[in-house]
Each structure stands twice: as C-alpha cells, then as structure tokens.
C-alpha cells in the first residue's frame, strides 16, 4: 500500500506542476472553455498557478517517509477538498461550469478521501519511533 500511494503522490504532484506550468505559460489559454479576459484575470490565472506547483512540490516532498508525514498529506488533502468545495460554491453562485470542471469537481472532493485513508492506512502509530 505505502509503495502504492507513493506512486500515486508523485504521480499527482507532477500532475499539478505540469498544469500549473501550462497556466503561467499560457495564462488563462490553458483553461479549457475559456474566453478571453482582460489582463487583471490573466494576471490572478498566472499568480495562482505559482501556488499549485508549489502545492505539487509540497506533494513530492511528502513521499520521502510518507509514514511520518500524516500532517502534511492531510493538510494537502483537505486542501485540495476546500478547492472542490469552491467549485460548488461557483456553482451555486454562477451556475455549472462545463462538463470538464465539473468532472473535475467531482476529483476534487474525492481524491482527498482516498489520500486520507491511503495515509491512515500507511501512517506510524502516534509514539513510535517512526511518527512526527
């Protein structure tokens, strides 16, 4: 299981930096169904997705021991779970999005599920040797 949710933690963390790099490259272009927009949201688009490869960095860092970094992956985890939860936010404010992001939503409430239970199944027990 622990090699298992290794994999799956750099696969996502590359995941991430990869569409992060797309959007600072190529702004909001990189969304698709976008439009385009004036230069205030290509600005917030780019800004942001500095913080997504750093959120992707913070996965690749969390696979090194990942048995003593419970903390991290569940703080990463509820992270990425309040992301998905603003998406229904937008949707109840705005309407849905297209069926991209909204497949998208859905990863976004559940992929944070499994990365919990994954960590709880794999993690030290409080007062090990092995636990932070």
């Given at each position: 299981m622990?090699?298992?949710?290794?994999a799956f933690l750099g696969l996502f963390g590359v995941t991430t930096i990869l569409i992060a790099s797309l959007h600072v490259a190529l702004g909001p272009a990189a969304i698709p169904g976008s439009i385009r927009v004036n230069a205030t949201m290509d600005?917030?688009?780019?800004?942001?997705?500095?913080?997504f490869a750093a959120y992707g960095v913070a996965l690749l860092w969390c696979i090194r021991d990942v048995e003593r970094k419970s903390a991290a992956v569940y703080f990463l985890a509820g992270t990425f779970f309040a992301g998905g939860l603003a998406r229904v936010v937008s949707m109840l404010a705005v309407g849905p999005p297209n069926a991209f992001f909204i497949a998208m939503m859905?990863?976004?409430?559940?992929?944070?599920?499994?990365?919990?239970?994954?960590?709880?199944?794999?993690?030290?027990?409080?007062?090990?040797?092995?636990?932070?």
């Open positions: 622990k090699k298992a949710f290794q600005s917030e688009d780019r800004f942001y997705a500095t913080l859905s990863l976004e409430l559940l992929i944070p599920l499994f990365m919990a239970v994954a960590q709880r199944r794999i993690s030290a027990p409080p007062g090990s040797a092995q636990h932070t």
